[in-house]
């Protein structure tokens, strides 16, 4: 019935004309604003769960297929395609606009700020994001790769808090460094790989490279990469960007725009550079070890709750770099899954610490302090994004989590056995944020807040709702989405190269193959 419905296109599309319908809708209909665009990225979420329902688990790799004529002196089209890592980002998208802009709906002052500006850079970003995982064409993917700087560096600068302008300007400056890098080796890759930006025939072509030029080529996507996702020591961005953006867009930040690095790694550099990608796979996994552990430690020092947030995410997306590289099935297939429960579950962390910050008007730790005994409910949301994000049982993180671990262990037992302390790290920071916060004392300070008297309004009810539904159904029956992604591991790990480990079976006491 779908199968030659144009749905990767469309839903590209869709966000960038909701953003211009928005843009033009008059200042002071700040309300009809939020509300378009509310019902817009709902369209988008409908359209989603549809392609969603239309995906053939044992299809082929590629699905939705669409490609169209751009500029044919380059062989660059607007091509698209989806496999099920990408399929399961564009879900996540599609999920958690609807729910940022509904958690966002008050934190423009009108007084200072157009409200249809801020919600349509939204559904602009939207948009960007929609394109760069949809992308089958190199060309293509760069394109949005760069572009979608432009909607988050408005945000920041524009709508954000404290040191803004240098969050905005360090944010963009990073992401364009990594972006030059990136597009040196695009040409070099068009050069070498038949002048061509189509991805399947960039990977048959590259397997004729030289290997150190593939390496070379390889240097330059991961760097652009590993400064999106971030990656030690490409992060120092991060903590800045998530601490003056507003929550909303920040849980946009980290939940899905860092995602963009990580899946660059396992769509372009694993399947274009195979050899490469081994060459270099100790190093990166280092690098990933070595974030989780510093990370960790600066998240237990932070005072300011929204770059706490943002050292955690760092720590996080050291455990997706090990899955990454690890090769395994299990490993791959928990790295993709701690991408969507990562999203989830910052996400709804970043928002819960929005609401705090909201009400109190100050993100210091120092400034709160008993917060529970006056908003008991918004308490206990925050107590459960915080067990969510330090992978609970129960919870979806911990589902991915002991995937990458379990699957990295079987190959690099070093390497999990040292990530396995970010988890220990992970109970330390997390609880001393709510303890902080939440529990003990209540701060005199907090009882001359006005705003600090309210607890869950049903809007916000209808924020937290189905990301906590997501976050429960996912931590105890994950297969819906991990029957999605493992063939597209499996076929990933193929163009690398690698098969995962033969089990080891013990038998009369020996070991053996």
Same mark, same amino acid.
């Given at each position: 019935?779908?199968?030659?419905?144009?749905?990767?296109?469309v839903?590209?599309?869709?966000?960038?004309?909701?953003?211009?319908?928005?843009?033009?809708?008059?200042?002071?209909?700040?309300?009809?604003?939020?509300?378009?665009?509310?019902?817009?990225?709902l369209?988008?979420?409908?359209?989603?769960?549809?392609?969603?329902?239309?995906?053939?688990?044992?299809?082929?790799?590629?699905?939705f297929?669409?490609?169209?004529?751009?500029?044919?002196?380059?062989?660059?089209?607007?091509?698209?395609?989806?496999d099920?890592?990408?399929?399961?980002?564009?879900?996540?998208?599609?999920?958690?606009?609807?729910?940022?802009?509904?958690?966002?709906?008050?934190d423009?002052?009108?007084?200072?700020?157009?409200?249809?500006?801020?919600?349509?850079?939204?559904?602009?970003?939207?948009?960007t994001?929609?394109?760069?995982?949809a992308?089958?064409?190199?060309?293509?993917?760069?394109?949005?790769f760069?572009?979608?700087?432009?909607?988050?560096?408005?945000?920041?600068?524009?709508?954000?808090?404290?040191?803004?302008?240098?969050?905005?300007?360090?944010f963009?400056?990073?992401?364009?460094?990594?972006?030059?890098?990136?597009?040196?080796?695009?040409?070099?890759?068009w050069?070498?790989?038949?002048?061509?930006?189509?991805f399947?025939?960039?990977?048959?072509?590259?397997?004729?490279?030289?290997?150190?030029?593939?390496?070379?080529?390889?240097?330059?996507?991961?760097?652009?990469?590993?400064?999106?996702?971030p990656?030690?020591?490409?992060?120092?961005?991060?903590?800045?960007?998530?601490?003056?953006?507003?929550?909303?867009?920040?849980?946009l930040?980290?939940?899905?725009?860092?995602?963009?690095?990580?899946?660059?790694?396992?769509?372009?550099?694993?399947?274009?550079?195979?050899e490469?990608?081994?060459?270099?796979?100790p190093?990166?996994?280092?690098?990933?070890?070595?974030?989780?552990i510093?990370?960790?430690?600066?998240?237990?020092?932070?005072?300011?709750?929204?770059?706490?947030?943002?050292?955690?995410?760092?720590?996080?997306?050291?455990?997706?770099?090990?899955?990454?590289?690890?090769?395994t099935?299990?490993?791959?297939?928990?790295?993709?899954?701690?991408?969507v429960?990562?999203?989830?579950?910052?996400?709804?962390?970043?928002?819960?610490?929005?609401?705090?910050?909201?009400?109190?008007?100050?993100?210091?730790?120092?400034?709160?302090?008993?917060? =529970?005994? @006056?908003? $008991?409910? %918004? *308490?206990? +949301?925050?107590?459960?994004?915080?067990?969510? !994000? #330090?992978?609970l049982?129960?919870?979806?993180?911990?589902?991915?989590?002991f995937?990458?671990?379990?699957?990295?262990?079987?190959?690099?037992?070093?390497?999990?056995?040292?990530?396995?302390?970010?988890i220990?790290?992970a109970?330390?920071y997390?609880?001393?944020?709510?303890?902080?916060?939440?529990? =003990?004392? @209540?701060? $005199?300070? %907090? *009882?001359? +807040?006005?705003?600090?008297?309210?607890?869950? !309004? #049903?809007?916000?009810?209808?924020?937290?709702a189905?990301l906590?539904a997501?976050?429960?159904?996912?931590?105890?029956?994950p297969?819906?989405?991990?029957?999605?992604?493992?063939?597209?591991?499996?076929?990933t790990?193929?163009?690398?190269?690698?098969t995962?480990?033969?089990p080891?079976?013990?038998?009369?006491?020996?070991?053996?193959?």
């Amino acid at each position: 019935m779908f199968d030659e419905f144009p749905f990767l296109s469309v839903l590209t599309v869709l966000p960038l004309v909701g953003a211009a319908v928005v843009a033009f809708i008059p200042r002071a209909k700040a309300e009809l604003a939020k509300i378009v665009a509310l019902a817009w990225s709902l369209v988008v979420l409908v359209l989603s769960v549809v392609m969603w329902l239309a995906f053939t688990i044992d299809g082929d790799r590629f699905q939705f297929h669409e490609s169209y004529a751009w500029i044919p002196t380059w062989d660059a089209r607007f091509t698209f395609a989806a496999d099920g890592i990408a399929l399961v980002m564009l879900m996540l998208i599609a999920i958690l606009f609807p729910v940022v802009i509904l958690a966002s709906w008050n934190d423009v002052d009108q007084s200072r700020r157009s409200a249809p500006a801020y919600f349509a850079l939204l559904l602009s970003f939207e948009f960007t994001m929609i394109g760069v995982f949809a992308a089958a064409d190199v060309f293509l993917f760069y394109v949005f790769f760069e572009i979608m700087l432009i909607p988050m560096y408005f945000i920041i600068g524009s709508f954000g808090t404290g040191q803004k302008q240098y969050a905005a300007v360090k944010f963009f400056l990073y992401s364009l460094v990594g972006g030059l890098f990136m597009l040196a080796s695009v040409i070099g890759l068009w050069v070498l790989g038949g002048r061509t930006f189509d991805f399947t025939k960039l990977a048959e072509a590259t397997a004729s490279i030289d290997p150190n030029t593939a390496r070379w080529l390889f240097l330059g996507f991961f760097v652009a990469f590993a400064i999106k996702a971030p990656f030690f020591p490409f992060h120092t961005w991060l903590p800045d960007s998530g601490g003056a953006a507003p929550a909303g867009a920040a849980a946009l930040l980290v939940g899905v725009m860092d995602k963009v690095g990580t899946f660059g790694l396992l769509r372009y550099c694993l399947s274009l550079f195979p050899e490469a990608s081994r060459w270099f796979a100790p190093a990166a996994m280092a690098l990933a070890v070595i974030g989780i552990i510093y990370a960790s430690l600066l998240a237990v020092g932070q005072k300011d709750l929204k770059r706490l947030v943002s050292y955690t995410s760092i720590a996080h997306f050291g455990f997706i770099g090990i899955g990454i590289f690890a090769f395994t099935t299990q490993a791959g297939t928990g790295a993709v899954l701690y991408m969507v429960n990562h999203g989830l579950a910052t996400g709804l962390l970043f928002i819960v610490v929005g609401m705090f910050v909201a009400r109190r008007g100050s993100a210091l730790v120092s400034d709160f302090g008993g917060a =529970g005994k @006056l908003v $008991p409910v %918004l *308490a206990g +949301v925050l107590f459960f994004a915080g067990l969510a !994000s #330090l992978a609970l049982p129960g919870t979806a993180p911990f589902v991915s989590e002991f995937l990458v671990l379990i699957g990295t262990f079987s190959v690099h037992k070093g390497y999990a056995v040292v990530a396995t302390l970010g988890i220990i790290l992970a109970a330390a920071y997390v609880l001393w944020m709510i303890q902080r916060t939440t529990q =003990g004392t @209540l701060n $005199p300070a %907090l *009882a001359e +807040v006005p705003a600090m008297s309210k607890d869950l !309004s #049903l809007r916000e009810k209808f924020v937290v709702a189905p990301l906590i539904a997501l976050l429960l159904v996912l931590g105890f029956y994950p297969k819906p989405v991990t029957d999605v992604i493992n063939p597209a591991v499996q076929a990933t790990l193929q163009d690398v190269g690698t098969t995962d480990p033969a089990p080891t079976v013990v038998a009369d006491g020996k070991a053996g193959g």
